[in-house]
C-alpha cells in the first residue's frame, strides 16, 4: 500500500506538522481498513445468523407438523413387594380388600392398574406407570396407604406393616400378555400353598 505525503523539501517546511500529518494519514488509512474488514465479517456473521435463525425456524416447523410436543409415553411396570418378615399374613379374605384397595390408589394416581395378585407374603402388581411419577416414590405411597388402610380397619390381628423396599421391571409391549398370564396364575400356587399349610 502507498501512501502520498505530498513534498518534503518546499519552502516553509516544518518537520513537526510533517510528521503530524502523517501519522494523521496513517492513523486515518487504518481505520479505514479496519472498518471495511469488519464490515465484510460482520455482514458475513449476519448473514450466517440468519442462515441459521431460518434453519431453527424450519425445525421448529418440522417438529410442530411431526406433534413431537405431544408424545405419548406408555411404560407397563411390574412391581412386586412383600410382607415385613415374608410372614404370610394376606389370606383370601384379606386380599378381596386389599387389592382393589391398592387398585383405586394407583388409579386416583394415574397408574390405572392391569392386574394384582399375589401369595400370603407378597403380592405382583402390572400397572401403567405415570411418566409425571416416580417409581419409588409411587410404591412408597401405595405400601403406606394400604398399610395404614388394613391397619384402621382391623383387617389383621396384629399389626401389619410392608417390608422395606421392592422390586420392579419395566415390561415391553410385546409381552405384557405373558406377565399378565404369569401373575394370574400364581392363584394356582397359592392354592397349592394354602394347600401345604393345611396338611401341616
Same mark, same amino acid.
Given at each position: 500500500m502507498r501512501y502520498n505525503f505530498g513534498p518534503t523539501h518546499s519552502p516553509g517546511f516544518k518537520p513537526w506538522a510533517f510528521k503530524k500529518r502523517c501519522i494523521f494519514r496513517i492513523g486515518y488509512k487504518m481505520v479505514k481498513t479496519i472498518k471495511s474488514i469488519f464490515s465484510k465479517y460482520i455482514t458475513h456473521g449476519l448473514n450466517r445468523g440468519l442462515k441459521e435463525c431460518k434453519e431453527s425456524i424450519t425445525v421448529l416447523t418440522v417438529l410442530k407438523l411431526t406433534n413431537m410436543p405431544h408424545s405419548y409415553n406408555k411404560i407397563w411396570i411390574h412391581a412386586i413387594w412383600s410382607t415385613k418378615g415374608r410372614i404370610p399374613l394376606? #389370606? #383370601? #379374605?384379606?386380599e378381596q380388600k386389599v387389592y382393589p384397595f391398592i387398585s383405586e390408589q394407583l388409579r386416583e394416581k394415574g397408574c390405572p392398574a392391569r392386574l394384582? &395378585?399375589?401369595m400370603p407374603d407378597h403380592i405382583h402388581c402390572l400397572f401403567l406407570l405415570n411418566s409425571q411419577k416416580s417409581i419409588s416414590e409411587?410404591?412408597?405411597q401405595i405400601k403406606g396407604s394400604s398399610s395404614h388402610w388394613? &391397619?384402621?380397619n382391623n383387617l389383621i390381628s396384629e399389626k401389619f406393616a410392608w417390608q422395606t423396599g421392592f422390586a420392579s421391571y419395566s415390561v415391553s409391549e410385546s409381552v405384557v400378555e405373558k406377565v399378565y398370564q404369569y401373575i394370574k396364575n400364581i392363584t394356582i400356587k397359592r392354592k397349592a400353598f394354602s394347600r401345604n399349610i393345611t396338611s401341616f
Open positions: 394376606i #389370606s #383370601s #379374605s384379606i394384582i &395378585n399375589g409411587l410404591i412408597k388394613i &391397619n384402621q
